[in-house]
């Protein structure tokens, strides 16, 4: 994939976070101090922490997102990408112990914020960063304009951007959208509720995705991807599209060698997948 490809679809990720947990302690603080301020109210700020991460699965202190961190590199010069890392390691850690941990462990991990890929010296490195993270912080990529299908509908969007770039092995990590509209249709024929839907081979998750939207209601997204980077991307793709992480399960490895997913086998409602034709 293209070398821009783990910074741009990581970090609009973390903007969605961002977002979603500025709205959700909106509604529940219902106007008793600010989002902003409410690391002063020690007390409150553990009850909606709590809370946070039941309904949502994590938690971002105020300090931690992205118009804040954005906003402090951009007037004092602090390097950014400690500041991101130290971020992006306080939101996997606010779900240690929780039934979402799995589903955030390690998703920001293929961000390299010390490559040389991003410039020759700190000062290069931070004016790239700070371009990548202004290119996506615009009204129209946010959760106030922007509903999560339409969302995820623009990062798998940008997956397939990259995609076309990788040339051959793409069908590795994308099914081109229509593809995976096709597929979806085919395999959800005449059925409007399901417990288990399952992708051995799910790539970035389109074809996972793209099933539920042809049903009335569904149980759990099942999906199993041999690429780290990969599953990274199918575990944002979920989030992204508004699917909570109560409701889905990706795991990482090879199903060939080592199936995750062996209890389920006899209770698959449906099995979808695009095998990778193109690796050896």
Known sequence: MSSAQPYMLGFMFYKFLSDKIYKTCVDLLRERTTYENLVDKKELHEKVKTACIEKIGYFIEYSDSYKSVLEDCSTNNEFLADRLSKAFKNIQDSTIGTDSSKDFKGLFDDVKLNSNNLGENVEKMNETLLYMLKSLDKDELSLNNMDNDALGDAYEYLIGKFASESGQKAGEF?????????LSKIATNNIEQVKYIYD?????ASLLVKSIKELKRFGKLLGQEKSTETYNLARMNMFLHGIKYKDFIIENGNTLTDNKFEDYINKMDIVIANPPFSTS
């Not at 994308?174 to 096709?182: F, G, H, I």
């Not at 051995?200 to 970035?204: F, I, K, L, Y």
């Open 200 to 204: 051995p081979t799910c790539g970035s």
């Open 174 to 182: 994308y099914t081109p959208a229509p593809v995976s509209t096709l």
